[in-house]
């Protein structure tokens, strides 16, 4: 499990260099701040949580599914959370108006973050 949690961390922590650089240099002149601020935020975001599962790929001794939980919660937050922002910061400039429709999935994806968390603790509670 942990060079699976290494890699998606390794993935993740690649697309938010890419996306944090793209956002930076090439959307600036493109989209409204406000816009270009949710773009940074998701990648902001994205970086926690890889910083997250590479913390969670440390734990050699808790082969327990609470780890197990931890590392797919992160990484689909990332994927509903993060990605959402992405899609919607670009909505306009892509002329996908209907991407609106992804705004309650932001939410989702950091609940699935909060659970994320929670399972850590849990663990760490579970295993001394």
Known sequence: MNKQII???AIFG????????????????LIAERQLEVWQTGVQYNFYHVFALLF???FTRFK???????????????????GSLYLLSCRELLG????????????????LFI??????ALAALRNR
Request: glycine fraction near 14%.
């Open 56 to 58: 969670l790929s440390t």
């Open 96 to 111: 996908w108006g209907w991407l609106s429709a992804l705004g309650p999935v932001t939410p989702v994806g950091g609940l």
């Open 115 to 120: 659970a994320g968390w929670v399972c850590l």
């Open 14 to 29: 690649a697309i938010a260099v890419i996306l944090g650089a793209f956002g930076a240099h090439g959307l600036r002149a």
């Open 64 to 82: 327990n599914k609470l780890i197990a939980a931890s590392y797919y919660l992160f990484t689909l937050g990332i994927i509903l959370f993060s």
């Open 7 to 9: 890699f998606t961390a």
